[in-house]
């Protein structure tokens, strides 16, 4: 069963740092699949953060290369995302999803990121 939990959110001045966990992966630990981070800020539409593909690449946002560093665990369990540098740009609610490998992606509920000036 895959049921993916963020945690690891808060409220941060800017240049703070904060570190990001999902679990719940399930079966889709044992798949190469595309799973990664994304943020949603209010009025704007998703997008992604860092993700890894099929290839096991990984490909960050424009605007957090060089400051977010996306990894997983060695089993592959859990997913993490290192935020350095933090911007008021950066405040968002931030997911972990999964490509399922059928047509769909698993999304978490999200943990609310929030930077002060």
């Known amino acids: 069963e895959v049921d993916l939990v963020e945690s690891g959110g808060g409220s941060v001045q800017a240049g703070g740092s904060l570190r990001l966990s999902c679990v719940g992966l399930?079966?889709?630990?044992?798949?190469?699949?595309?799973m990664g981070w994304f943020r949603q800020a209010p009025g704007k539409e998703r997008e992604g953060v860092a993700t890894?593909?099929?290839?096991?690449?990984?490909h960050y946002g424009k605007s957090v290369e060089g400051r977010f560093t996306f990894s997983r665990d060695d089993a592959k369990t859990t997913l993490f995302l290192q935020m350095d540098s933090l911007k008021p740009d950066d405040t968002a609610m931030y997911y972990c999803?999964?490509?399922?490998?059928?047509?769909?992606?698993?999304w978490g509920q999200g943990t609310q990121v929030t930077v002060s000036p």
């Open positions: 999803g999964a490509d399922s490998g059928h047509g769909f992606w698993y």
């Open positions: 399930g079966y889709l630990s044992s798949l190469d699949y595309s």
């Open positions: 890894i593909g099929i290839d096991g690449s990984t």
